[in-house]
Each structure stands twice: as C-alpha cells, then as structure tokens.
C-alpha cells in the first residue's frame, strides 16, 4: 500500500475512533434522578425521580379530579379513533391434540378465528355510550358505594363498565377471567358484590364459583339462554338508556378500585385505589413514556394496573386503543385476516418476558429452519448489529448509523413489520424480570424500537419506573416516575447490605400513588405497608450512580441448601429458560440437598428433532432425557456448581392460569405446581 493510501487508512482510523470518543448519548443519566438526604442506620439513602427532587410531583391537569371528569373531557382532543375493536367472522378447527387436565388425558380442538377489520368509536360515540351505560345502571337500581365486579377478559365493554360505574360512584371490583373459581369467590365474597360483569366466557363459571342468588349479572355478550336462577342485565339493553343528568358526585380521595392481586401463593388481596391515584399514574405515564396520537394494542388483562393506567393515559390524551385477544394477536391464530398486531400497528406494545421469550424462540426457529445461506445472512447481521448498535451503544444519527440500517434492511426490518406492523416506536416489558439475553435479542432485530423494562406492583398503583427512551441499560427496572421515592434496607441474613458497593437490599417505595393497603386485611396491610408509608416489596435490588434500579432477587425465593450457599430459584431460572428446549421450568432447592431439581415443559419441536416418539412417550425416553441433559448444559456456564440442575423431569403437561399452575400474569405458582408434583419432586431428590 502506497503512503498515501496509508495515511488515508489512519486518518479515517482516527477520525472513527473521535466520533465514537465523542458520540452523542441516546439520553442524559442525569435526567434520571438523584439520592437525597442522609442514610439511616441499615438503610441507604433515598432515591428520586428527576421533576421529583425537591418534593414528591402530584401529577395533574386542571379540571381532571375524578374518572368522571376523564368522561367529561373526553372530546376535548376531537379524536375520531378512540377506542378500536374487531368482531368475529368464524372459527375454524385445524388440529386436535392430548393434553393433561387434572390428571387425565383429554382431547383438545384448537381453532383458528377470521377477524373482521378494526371498527372505531370516535371520542363523542365513546362517550355517549359511556353516558347510557351510566344512567341504565342507575335505573337498574345500583346505587354509589355499592360494589360490582369486572370478571371478564379484555375488551372495550370492560373500560365502558368501568367509566359508567365511576360515574355513578360505584366501586369496581377487578378480578383476572383467568382466576382459579376459589380465588374469584374469595374475591366475590370478600367484597360482598352486588352485581358481576360477565362474558360469554366466564358466565359458565358463575355456579362453580357458588356465588350467591341474590347477586346480579350483568352479560357483555348476547346468549341464547341465561343462567335461571340470577337476575341478568343485557350490555345491549343498558346501553341504550336514555341519558340523564343524575351522575353521582365524586371525590379525588374517593375509593374507585378494589384490585385482586393474582396471587403466587396464597389467597389473592385485594388492594385500594383511589380516584386521583389512577388519574396521577395515567398523567405520569403520558408525560414519561409516551408520544403524541399512540396507537397502543389492548390484550392484557385489564385487571392487571399496569394495563388500566396504560389505557387511561391514551384515552385522556388522544390517542388510540385497539382490543385485541391473545389468540388472534399473532399471524399463527388468525385466518384469512391480518393478526391483531398487523391489523392495528401500534406505536405502543406492552408485555411479559414470557411473550417475548416465546417470540423470540419462534424467531430463531424460523431462521434454524430456512435454507443455510439465509442463516448465515441472519447470523452476520445480528453479529454486526450486536457489536455496534448493543455493545457500543451507536444509537444516534452519526457515521456508524448507515451500517445499522442496512443490516435492519437485510434481516431485520421485515420481520419485525410482519410480526408487529410498521409503526412500533417502544416494547415495555413487566411483571417479572427481563434476561439480559433476551433484553439484548430484542435491541437487535426490532430496529429502531426502544425496548423499555419497568417495574411496578398493584399496591404502587401500577408503574413506578420505567427506562427512559433511548436508554438500553441491561438488566435495570429503569428509573423513578417523580411520583416515588425508593430506598434500600438491610437484609443480612441474605448478604444483601446497603453497605455493599453497590448498595444491596430489600427495596421499598412511597408516593402519593401507592395504596393505602388492603381491603379487610389489617394484619397484611401492616405487614406490607410501614407506619411511614413505605411499602415493602419483598425484592432484592441494587442502586447505580446514575440512579438505575435493577431487581437481583426475591426474598421469598431464596433457598439455604445445608451447605450454607443461598440459592435464587428465579436466578436459575431464567438462564434455563432462554434454551430453545425449554417452554418453561420451575426450580426446586431445599435445606436438605445441596442441588437443585427441576421440572421442565419442553419445546414440542425441539423435542421432535430429538425423537420420533409421540410427545407424551418421549417425555419420559431416557435417551431424550440424555440429550436434554446435554442442551441444558448450554446454560450452566455462568452458574455455580450448586446452581445447575442435577436432576430434572420433562413434562407433557400445560401450565396456564386457568388450570392453576400460572398467575393471570403468567407467573409460576410454585406452591401449586410444588403439591401437585411433589411425588415427581421427591424421586428427583432422592436420586443419586
């Protein structure tokens, strides 16, 4: 090479190495918060939101008090898509399979739906249907300060019941339609209801539950024939009342809500929310996460806070919601129709780790199934766009920008608008924590979307932190909504210190958002909320410099083995969980054994690969059993000895909320999955 082609080669070398030096941040760390104040003995010292520093913010907007005054003002923005929702064309059978209900094999019809098209209420439809709903409850005979429960999935009539029932002062009880029918009466029962939502659906279940014959019902969907023995109430018919203007008065300070945890272990609480504390959280969300006219895709449960408050900010601030179901959300549900996600295309897409987890095993099962020269496309271009756009950071209009778009062009682009529709500006992940690995996965091949981790719990009132945009942080719960405060105390018996560097312990929260505790359980409520105002979460978490959060256990999930060492069953967990062999896994340690055990749903195609044996038969083939232990070992590189799986079962079973062994945010419930298979469990333990 000529001197000159030299000296050209190091001035763009250097030139490289300056801009990189000197790239501009996707955002600035100190927009994220500060600490403020002085250490108590055992704890660290107290963590705020930026907007927060000086004093706590009470978000508002003038003239919104009450989620009646959300009804009133709901035209003031002209919005002609308000609120979206599809209607089903037909269901078509395509596959019959075995599954295990309670401890029988059954036949299951699985079906795909044909969707109609999104059909929209404007603001002012929206409304007046909310105005009719309102008055036909009235004359229906329900009165303020009575209870009526929400016992049915995700759709729009939910958010009319609830807006209506607000007007009239009517307290809401939310129960998940994916409840177990104990839990929902413990719910019903509790509250001494006068009246229950229900769907198609859920109806069915109202005897199971034994609720009793003088509580109404009241049915979103038209049926041939109603259940006899109850007062039902059609939507149909209470939506056509004629509007009157005896809307009941309400206050900021009133109760609005009284929200049923899904409950891991024991019985599900139901925790208070007040008036002005989910038009506080619905304002914060708007002014932290969102930006102007969202399009924002509804299929979370609704009894869920996080999904509530969500909407509510869209609805008061212009935007758009769009139901959807979780069966028709993705292409693999639908027929003849677009799925959900490509229907709407969102701007906004909220989820659990265990969604994404699963798209991102169907992603990679695509690309392991496509000819070899497109997996080595796939591969390079994920490589290229791991070192540049995840490694260094390079997210900004600069040099190395031309790069990441190409390879988004390449690889990545058209899958991302074939999964979730062409306008995606932001993922939000919660309920559970996020592996790095899968945070990582995701900055990758869905180009130009943040994807934001949050945390928040029912008793917060929904979210409290949230990453900020364009920040790609792994592994942290992002930072403080101005709304809280949050500290770190001690929990030595565990490690966890605030004298650790970085400080270690049990995080708690206050705000004016978080709850003031539970419905008729005085001693819980004590238990959980300090006389100060601090809630208690029972997590482990760590605090940076730069005021990030990040969740690094549970208290209640951390087994001492009898050789001393503290085992984090969610830890173990979720490295097992990002293998493609691995549906999902529960984790098992105890004070008796020095390793773990686990049970194990595995993936029906991977397992295919393996052997030719029908599911349920290869399941428990030791040859299968070999070969998984083999795959498993890809995940035990940065775990200790005692942490790895020593023994394992594979099981044919489902886990779902409906049959128990998952929360309605499709969390584990280890307990239940613990008694049901605790003869499984012992012969793990007790093999050599």
């Not at 108590?40 to 907007?51: A, I, P």
């Not at 039902?232 to 004629?242: C, D, G, M, R």
């Not at 206050?251 to 599900?268: F, Q, V």
């Not at 087994?559 to 969610?570: A, D, H, N, T």
Request: some cysteine; proline content about 4%; overall charge neutral.
């Amino acid at each position: 090479m000529s001197i000159v082609g030299i000296t050209l080669l190091v001035i763009v070398l250097v030139s490289l190495i300056i801009l990189y030096h000197f790239r501009p941040n996707g955002y600035d760390p100190k927009l994220n918060g500060c600490f403020v104040g002085e250490a108590n003995s055992g704890e660290s010292r107290v963590m705020r939101g930026y907007g927060g520093i000086d004093k706590l913010v009470d978000y508002n907007i003038p003239g919104f008090e009450t989620i009646a005054d959300v009804v009133n003002g709901m035209t003031r923005r002209h919005q002609n898509k308000l609120i979206g929702y599809r209607t089903l064309i037909k269901e078509v059978p395509y596959k019959t399979i075995k599954t295990i209900t309670n401890n029988k094999e059954v036949e299951k019809v699985l079906y795909k739906y044909q969707m109609s098209d999104y059909q929209y209420f404007s603001d002012v439809e929206f409304q007046t249907l909310i105005n009719k709903l309102s008055s036909g409850i009235a004359d229906a005979g329900f009165k303020s300060g009575d209870k009526i429960a929400i016992f049915c999935e995700t759709r729009y009539e939910w958010m009319a019941m609830l807006l209506a029932c607000c007007r009239q002062g009517i307290i809401i009880v939310t129960v998940y339609a994916t409840l177990g029918d104990e839990s929902v009466g413990v719910a019903l029962k509790e509250t001494e209801v006068k009246a229950i939502v229900v769907s198609k659906e859920t109806i069915q279940r109202i005897n199971k539950i034994q609720v009793p014959n003088d509580v109404k019902l009241i049915c979103v969907d038209e049926l041939e024939e109603y259940p006899k023995e109850f007062k039902v109430f059609k939507f149909s018919e209470l939506k056509e009342s004629a509007i009157h203007s005896s809307f009941t008065p309400v206050k900021p300070n009133d109760l609005a809500l009284i929200m049923y945890t899904s409950g891991t272990s024991k019985d599900p609480k139901g925790v208070l929310v007040e008036q002005k504390q989910i038009l506080m959280l619905s304002v914060g969300y708007q002014k932290n996460i969102f930006f102007d006219q969202d399009v924002f895709i509804a299929y979370l449960p609704l009894a869920h806070i996080f999904e509530l408050c969500i909407e509510f900010a869209v609805i008061m601030h212009g935007g758009t919601v769009g139901y959807a179901n979780v069966r028709t959300l993705t292409s693999p549900g639908v027929i003849d129709c677009k799925s959900d996600l490509c229907a709407l295309e969102p701007t906004i897409l909220i989820g659990v780790p265990t969604v994404f987890n699963r798209v991102r095993k169907a992603i990679l099962e695509t690309v392991n199934k496509s000819a070899a020269s497109k997996q080595k496309i796939f591969n390079a271009c994920y490589w290229i766009k791991e070192k540049l756009y995840v490694n260094f950071n390079l997210r900004t209009p600069y040099l190395f920008v031309p790069i990441v778009k190409l390879v988004d062009a390449i690889a990545f682009r058209p899958l991302a608008i074939s999964l979730f529709g062409s306008y995606l500006k932001a993922i939000i992940i919660g309920g559970s924590a996020l592996p790095c690995e899968l945070q990582h996965f995701l900055q990758c091949v869905v180009p130009g979307v943040d994807i934001m981790q949050g945390f928040g719990m029912t008793e917060l009132c929904g979210a409290c932190s949230v990453m900020p945009h364009g920040d790609a942080t792994l592994g942290s719960i992002g930072c403080l909504f101005p709304m809280y405060e949050a500290k770190l105390r001690d929990v030595p018996e565990l490690g966890y210190l605030t004298s650790n560097n970085p400080p270690q312990g049990e995080l708690l929260f206050r705000g004016l958002p978080v709850s003031k505790g539970y419905f008729n359980r005085p001693e819980e409520s004590k238990e959980a909320f300090t006389e100060d105002g601090w809630l208690c979460t029972g997590d482990i978490a760590k605090f940076d410099e730069q005021c990030h959060i990040y969740i690094i256990d549970r208290k209640k999930n951390i087994v001492k083995q009898p050789c001393g060492e503290y085992i984090s069953l969610e830890l173990v967990e979720s490295k097992y969980s990002s293998l493609r062999i691995v549906d999902s896994i529960c984790v098992f340690a105890d004070a008796f054994h020095d390793f773990v055990v686990a049970l194990i749903l595995p993936n029906k195609n991977v397992i295919q690969e393996i052997s030719d044996k029908p599911f349920e038969e290869a399941c428990e083939d030791k040859v299968v059993i070999q070969e998984v232990k083999k795959l498993l070992k890809e995940a035990e590189s940065t775990l200790t000895e005692r942490q790895r799986v020593k023994h394992f079962a594979l099981l044919s079973d489902d886990w779902t909320p409906e049959n128990g062994m998952l929360t309605a945010a499709l969390k584990l419930k280890r307990q239940s999955i613990s008694t049901k298979y605790q003869l499984i469990i012992k012969k793990l333990f007790d093999e050599k």
